[in-house]
């Protein structure tokens, strides 16, 4: 919830314009894909778009992806896994159903992993991607090599940690690895 926070303090000069407002969401359109029953579901910037819901901005611009909406709702998450398009994992890093993903912004859960991850792309540990949920990977792995009790404890050296961690060789192949 890091992110959501850096975003929500990036928005609060573009809110007092709304042509300021209207450009900055212009240039960063949220990634969707229609699914089952016309279901809008989005497939990246969760964080910028539960920045903007808590900024109190409802509409958003939206680039549809794909259009699944023909497919049954099983077909549909095996194509979107399929795709690289879903990331159905709960905030402590376990696989779970599709359906136990959350049903709208607002229920996002938090994943002090994946705020770790964030603090350590805004440092220059890794570059950002294009690749969807790249920063989960980041915090997945850092969760295998990294306390629960150190990241609540002392975020500051556990980011350090992290940073150490994100050039090591067993990094190489997540996304965005910089050497």
Known sequence: MRAVTAKRQQLKCRLESTRKIERYLEKRPIPAVVGPGQELYIIDRHHLT???CRSGIRDVCVALLADLSAL????FWARMEQYGMLHPYDALGF??????????????AHDPYRDLAWSVRQSGGFDKTVM???????ANFFRSRISAD???RDYSRAVRRALRLARARS?????????
Do not use: C, N, T
């Open 95 to 108: 696989r779970i159903h599709p359906s136990r993903l959350p049903k709208s912004i607002g229920e996002l």
């Open 72 to 75: 049954p709702r099983a077909s």
């Open 50 to 52: 539960l920045a903007l």
């Open 171 to 179: 990094a190489q192949s997540l996304p965005g690895y910089a050497d």
């Open 132 to 138: 969807p949920f790249s920063e989960f990977r980041w």
């Open 150 to 152: 150190l990241v609540a």
